[in-house]
């Protein structure tokens, strides 16, 4: 059956569904304590069911179409041996509209835009496929009878089966084969069948749908097992990875100012030097903050420090530029693709934001907070020297009263050496 499905492969899948919510991952963890005879999926549950399943029930459905078709056909070469030359032509014409219809069905099973449209598809295929063996017999009588029943009535079993189709389509499509054989049994020709042979015929055929239908609910019961505990285990390799995600944000993250710490700013270094072209490096220091946590105490000072990161990273440009806190009163911005001139006006427009907040510091510069910066910008392949140049720049602009942005001289400073 695989083998035939395989030739609708092509077709193109059911979009991707997003992992359910946190209510509804709740529910399908409750689900995988519950016994299987037990299971009973909720109405979103089975939605999301039916949708990650569709790809492959579609492909069984289509495989036994294909193969009712190819069975019913080949049924065909033996009907002039069996039934009376008058009655060829009709058995050639049933079998061959029913196998056509059910390759019709399976071609447009490839086109379906959405999951359940594969159980109506199999209950009308078989509906029709009832009504052909129906008008047979009141075309050709009673030599047909017996033969277009039974093979109807198997087409409908293997239905039942066979294809994946929800439970309640499994329903329907059992009460329509039950409900047919019985129309069947009323037909004229059948009157030469016996009443014995009339209720053995329900008895043997009805109560083997039936069971076929029982059968094919605890077999769909397992195939929720199987979907629940998928589910589930996919559930957990998402907090999984949103723990790791957590913890890996966390371990690059300085914890007081939110920005980048230190490990990130390297690893955004290595990533630069391994992409190439220039890159600009500011370093900011907090002008006297030493004064401002003696006079203000340390949670003034953790204010202050969370006020300038933000000031500072409303300087730089969102998704390009990196702003890491790298120690104390410590900042450094990664400006990747500028020259020196333009990280030059850069330092020095945040540095003019952050003395206009005018933020208290009793030892600072007019009473305020101001940062002094230095500058330096260099090729990928030089990003070793970037660190130590802009260190000797703010050492420079610290030296001359600080509050100013200096840039970075040819030859490294005396801090950096």
Not at 16 to 33: G, S
Not at 52 to 72: E, F, H, L, P
Not at 200 to 222: M, N, P, R, S
Not at 276 to 284: A, D, I, N, S, Y
Request: glycine content about 8%; overall charge neutral.
């Amino acid at each position: 059956m695989a083998v035939f499905a395989a030739l609708w492969s092509s077709a193109d899948p059911a979009p991707e569904r997003e992992l359910p919510d946190r209510e509804l991952a709740d529910q399908i963890v409750a689900l995988t304590k519950v016994r299987t005879r037990e299971l009973r999926l909720p109405p979103e549950i089975l939605s999301l069911y039916l949708h990650d399943t569709w790809r492959s029930r579609r492909k069984i459905n289509q495989g036994w179409m294909i193969w009712a078709a190819a069975v019913n056909a080949a049924c065909i070469v033996f009907d002039p041996f069996i039934a009376p030359p008058e009655l060829v032509p009709y058995a050639v014409a049933a079998r061959a509209s029913v196998s056509v219809a059910l390759v019709a069905a399976a071609f447009a099973m490839s086109f379906a835009s959405r999951p359940g449209i594969e159980g109506k598809l199999t209950i009308a295929v078989c509906v029709f496929a009832y009504a052909i063996a129906g008008l047979s017999c009141l075309t050709a009588g009673p030599e047909l009878l017996e033969r277009y029943v039974i093979q109807a009535i198997f087409l409908g079993g293997t239905a039942v089966m066979a294809s994946r189709i929800a439970w309640r389509d499994t329903v329907a499509l059992t009460a329509v084969a039950l409900l047919m054989q019985t129309i069947f049994l009323a037909l004229p020709p059948a009157s030469v069948l016996s009443t014995a042979e009339k209720l053995q015929a329900i008895v043997f055929f009805d109560i083997g749908l039936i069971g076929l239908a029982l059968a094919k609910g605890i077999t769909e019961q397992l195939h929720y097992r199987v979907f629940v505990l998928g589910m589930s285990d996919r559930l957990q390799l998402r907090a999984i990875a949103e723990i790791n995600g957590r913890l890996h944000a966390t371990a690059r993250t300085d914890p007081l100012t939110g920005v980048a710490n230190r490990r990130h700013f390297e690893e955004a270094l290595e990533e630069l030097r391994r992409l190439g072209g220039p890159v600009g490096l500011v370093m900011f220091d907090i002008d006297h903050f030493k004064l401002l946590n003696d006079a203000l105490g340390h949670r003034a000072g953790d204010r202050c420090l969370t006020a300038v990161a933000g000031l500072l990273k409303s300087g730089l440009r969102e998704g390009l530029d990196l702003l890491a806190r790298i120690g104390g009163e410590e900042f450094v911005a990664l400006l990747p693709g500028v020259s020196s001139a333009e990280a030059l006006q850069v330092a020095e427009r945040i540095r003019a934001a952050v003395e206009a907040r005018a933020l208290p510091n009793p030892g600072g510069i007019d009473g305020v907070v101001t940062v002094s910066a230095g500058v330096s910008a260099l090729d990928a392949d030089r990003l070793d020297r970037l660190l130590g140049r802009a260190d000797a720049a703010l050492y420079e602009a610290k030296s001359a009263g600080r509050n100013q942005v200096r840039l970075a001289r040819s030859a490294p400073g005396r801090r950096a050496a």
